[in-house]
């Protein structure tokens, strides 16, 4: 499939690109897995490759999100952590440049506040991470 304008879905819903700090977008596609690789009495590593990889999807937020925004990122990035232990993304594989689509979870994210007013509150960039099961 062509690049259809977004870098993520998650549970089918796009992650928007303007909540994304482009310069910190990074994946790992397509990790290759070892089952018990060795290195003999030769010094040669021997490795079984498993036919499943894994991709890594890790980016920041823009900065000063505000609270209504992070909330609305927060419809779209489960919150509970029973929610984001299997959640299914759909994103751009740069190694087939093609859509790929997996089940992940989301580790922890940490919400640093950049500033609050009676209102409001505005928070620092958040990094957020997916690591495919």
Known sequence: MAFAGYLLKINGTVFPGTYILRDTWNTNPDQIQDDDSFIDGDGVLDRDIL?????KIEF?????LN????MAMQEILPTSRTERIRVTAQYWNDDT????????????INYPIYDTTDTDILYNSIRVALIEY
């Open 51 to 55: 036919p499943h990889t894994r991709s």
């Open 60 to 64: 920041s937020t823009v900065p000063y």
């Open 67 to 70: 609270l209504n925004e992070k």
């Open 97 to 108: 440049n093609e859509y790929k689509t997996g089940y992940f979870y989301i580790p922890d």
